[in-house]
């Protein structure tokens, strides 16, 4: 279920009712297969979330290691399901000059860090929800062009 936004709120009755009112203006609930989906899973957590959090552990430090070997340290995560580092020094801080070269040269998407923002510039984020064969293959390229 990465990228599906699921939520509950309690507290305030006042605050729930004017958060109700502008929930309804921007969007209207999600799907009822998500909701009985993310029900399943944390009726299930104890059982679903150790295997998934190791084969993010494990992308996470595969990443981690051929960004290393590029030439491009990273620190790790404790949690997440990105990797989010700088900016190899040759682009000068610009994500999306480091993102289209990267998509030129190398064939490989990553997310440059200016669309979260304008602090963002100066870092990109590599997702770990692709499967290991394809991250792989994505780290092959990327060391195959690092350093030139």
């Known amino acids: 279920m990465t ?7 309690v ?3 006042s605050a729930i009712k004017a958060l109700k009112t502008v929930k309804d203006n921007i969007d209207n609930g999600f799907m009822r297969g998500i909701q009985f989906a993310a029900a399943a899973a944390l009726d299930n ?13 494990r992308r996470r430090d595969m990443v981690a ?3 290393a070997e590029a030439g491009w340290p990273v ?7 990105y990797i989010w580092a700088p900016v ?6 610009s994500s999306a000059a480091f993102a289209e070269d990267l998509l030129e040269k190398a064939g490989v ?9 304008v602090t963002g510039d100066g870092f990109y984020r590599i997702s770990l ?3 290991d064969d394809v991250i792989q293959e994505a780290l092959d390229r990327i060391r195959s062009i690092a350093g030139k």
């Not at 620190?75 to 399901?81: D, L, Q």
């Open 3 to 9: 990228g599906w936004r699921v939520g509950c709120v």
């Open 45 to 57: 957590m104890e059982s679903l979330v150790p295997p998934i959090n190791a084969v993010y552990k």
């Open 88 to 93: 190899p020094e040759k682009y000068n801080g």
């Open 75 to 81: 620190e790790v995560p404790k949690a997440t399901i």
């Open 11 to 13: 507290g305030n009755p």
């Open 65 to 67: 290691a051929a960004l």
């Open 109 to 117: 998407v990553i997310t440059p860090g200016r669309g979260y923002g």
């Open 129 to 131: 929800t692709y499967p």
